[in-house]
């Protein structure tokens, strides 16, 4: 599965981003996508994802700002960014799950490059 990730950025604290992520192959292959972000030194975070059946999981940081969704006809993910805070800066990097499972970082098989998002207070 390859990914295209587009969207980033460099926004001003309390502005707004939206990502974008378009997999290859169809839903079937695809069963958990969701975004993760890294910071420089910091280790690689869940963000948010979405299994097939619409479920949805977000870090406790993002709730209420960010929102997850999912175009199952394209195959593509999407990240709506809201209220920006500077400590959302981070490379983000898109993931795909394909097995029928939990959603669950140690079932991700699939990284796309990263798109990077800046913000600045």
């Known amino acids: 599965v390859d990914m295209v990730e587009s969207g980033g950025g460099s926004v001003q604290a309390g502005g707004s981003l939206r990502l974008s992520c378009t997999a290859s192959?169809?839903?079937?292959?695809?069963?958990?996508m969701g975004w993760f972000r890294q910071a420089p030194g910091q280790e690689r975070e869940g963000v948010a994802g979405?299994?097939?059946?619409?479920?949805?999981a977000y870090a406790e940081s993002v709730k209420g700002r960010f929102t997850v969704s999912r175009d199952m006809e394209k195959n593509t993910l999407f990240l709506q960014m809201n209220t920006l805070k500077p400590n959302d800066t981070a490379m983000y990097y898109c993931?795909?799950?394909?097995?029928?499972?939990?959603?669950?970082?140690?079932?991700?098989?699939?990284w796309g490059r990263g798109t990077q998002v800046t913000v600045s207070s």
């Open positions: 993931a795909v799950q394909p097995k029928y499972a939990p959603c669950s970082r140690s079932n991700v098989e699939y």
């Open positions: 979405v299994d097939r059946d619409g479920g949805t």
């Open positions: 192959g169809d839903r079937y292959s695809t069963y958990c």
